[in-house]
């Protein structure tokens, strides 16, 4: 870069403020952007260990858990997903996962760069798995190690039940992985009820804070199969058995914590905990409903056949309407109108938006928002 | 946690502001505060590309490196470490691993973590490398992969010179890596003139941005023994061959990008570009030396003997004076007087303290501040 072209930016940066109805991230809110602004301290202060308590005590409330092994790990969605493959994965060992859109893909390959044999169950994008069947796939492969499931498939906007499939792992000494990336906090994650053994997260969706973090938790059953280890972790930065004496009551150095965006992290909980987890779904159920019938009213069909799979409340894929450009619309969308919606992934690109009201941006009034403006190009 | 609990923490969180002049995080100057409460925009929103080339750009004045491939990896230093090892390194790969400290043992353990064939070469804590004997030593392993050791050691303060070991490196197959997580912006980091081949850093030492990403260039010696591999990189979330494609001109999706962390990062270099880079290592210099200059005052040792190893200006290892109990007197230091220091990790326990004066915190009157209450408990 010249030097003259750095001179021409603003002294001090600014952001063209958009509506985020994408697939995440989501806008922030007020106090949210006030904790990220927070003066830094020390990682190992101990003002920091009451914020790191914090963190792990609100995060337990919305994960459903009681797990003790509950934080954040330092990183996006797709480290925590890195962090659950790594820390139960020993080399050959067998895992089913289960693959209907772009994050069942990057699961499996995760797992196969850890060494893992990667037994793999699919259904086409869009659609969801029948448990019973799911559980005979399990009964079904010997010495089975993991089994691993999206919940809420951000490529797709399908939702993946888990109580039945968790419910018979909860007897076996096989590890059940969650991806529930874009249902934390928006819809319940029962992981305790369901029997969830490693469930991760990301902070940009439902949770309304910026992307960085990744929320996790594991189970006894997960942590002791991990001790049990006789290999270690690949992977030194996500090695669980280390990062535990920090966040732990040991606080034993691992790496320096991001110390900003734990502040973030622990003020978008708070929001969660001050608003109620109950009345917060019912606000995403709410308001996913109320996008629906605006959806029905303009003729503008689902890309989720919804009479045989269950829908996200949170993230709505629809096929894009005949006689309009994808990408032509979207950049007008964006530039024209300061509106941001997701484009479709591997098949579905071109075919389908994807569209998030997510946590903060749960709101009729965004709603209309965005129906205002895509009456003005549809109709 | 109890919800009365939760209830008793106040609505915004307020944190009390400490001077930070331990081995990082250090405060943060106003701007970067600013910067990082912005409202979060897409990853994949044109102005966000905006400012992913403007940090590659200003990276590549302080890392003085024309390398293309120049941007910041979704974790903090030592994810920019495991991203080096585990780009570079295939397995039963031989990499010498310089150690005369905690990060040297670190570049060890994550090197062999990923199956690499380490080879080590050591000195005792606080000595430095005889560059001539390192090539020796170089010379004598046949088909060497890589060689790795840390610029500025953050756990003793010594300061290891590389520019004789990365030009006779220049020359070879062989790939350099450079720990340069405290050096950076501090003093000179000549990346392409020392021939160093993987340079990495962290956020939160003299570049002022609190903890979570790790700045990082790759050169094109480097990138084409990546592209040459013939196993998949173990990390699916540090493989270079696809972050490129989203900080390159493709921008395809990866992961989520921490958005907010890299408006700070963008602020903190633009900090760095309006200071100078010569003016900046001037800045350290001095205050290093007037550091230097208020101890010998007071009568106390250097940790690193300064006639036969360099030191760094903006971190000191020093020899806790006797008849002080260390953790008592660091307690008093942050609770009392908000005034966090550093203490020693491994051998140098409850032997020395770190005290970092780096990036916005390498002043006079912070130096000042700390000496008159050092002058309370020592005089």
Not at 125 to 137: D, R
Not at 157 to 163: C, H, R
Not at 199 to 223: E, H, M, N, R, W
Not at 272 to 281: A, K, Q, T
Request: proline content about 3%; aromatic content about 8%.
């Amino acid at each position: 870069m010249q030097e003259k072209d750095i001179e021409q930016l603003k002294d001090f940066l600014e952001v063209k403020s958009k509506i985020l109805l994408g697939p995440g991230p989501t806008n922030i809110d007020e106090r949210v952007r006030r904790a990220l602004s927070e003066q830094t301290i020390s990682h190992l202060d101990p003002d920091f260990f009451n914020i790191l308590d914090n963190i792990s005590d609100l995060l337990r409330e919305v994960f459903q858990t009681k797990n003790k092994i509950t934080f954040a790990v330092s990183g996006t969605g797709s480290a925590g997903m890195e962090m659950a493959m790594a820390n139960v994965l020993e080399k050959e060992d067998k895992i089913l996962v289960l693959k209907n859109g772009v994050f069942g893909e990057r699961m499996s390959d995760v797992a196969s760069r850890y060494g893992a044999s990667v037994i793999e169950m699919s259904v086409n994008w869009g659609e969801t798995f029948n448990q019973g069947e799911v559980i005979e796939k399990i009964k079904s492969i010997k010495n089975l190690k993991a089994v691993s499931v999206v919940h809420a498939e951000t490529s797709t906007g399908a939702l993946q039940d888990l109580n039945h499939i968790g419910n018979y792992l909860k007897d076996t000494d096989i590890i059940f992985i969650a991806d529930t990336v874009t249902s934390l906090s928006g819809i319940e994650v029962k992981t305790d009820d369901w029997g969830i053994d490693v469930c991760y997260s990301g902070t940009q969706k439902c949770l309304s804070v910026p992307p960085g973090l990744s929320p996790i938790t594991f189970s006894d059953k997960a942590l002791s199969k991990i001790q049990q280890r006789t290999t270690k972790i690949a992977s030194w930065y996500l090695d669980l058995t280390m990062l535990i004496n920090y966040w732990g009551s040991e606080r034993v150095y691992h790496h320096t914590a991001p110390v900003n965006m734990l502040y973030a992290l622990n003020e978008g909980l708070r929001i969660c905990h001050d608003e109620g987890l109950n009345r917060r779904f019912t606000r995403h159920k709410e308001n996913g409903d109320y996008f629906d019938s605006k959806l029905e009213v303009m003729g503008i069909k689902s890309f989720i056949n919804k009479k045989k799979h269950s829908s996200l409340p949170m993230l709505k894929s629809i096929f894009i309407p005949d006689a309009i450009d994808d990408s032509t619309f979207r950049q007008n969308l964006l530039l024209k109108h300061n509106i941001e919606i997701g484009s479709g992934l591997g098949p579905t690109k071109g075919k389908i938006w994807r569209i998030g009201i997510m946590g903060h941006n749960s709101r009729k009034d965004v709603i209309d928002i965005l129906f205002n403006v895509l009456e003005l190009y549809l109709v």
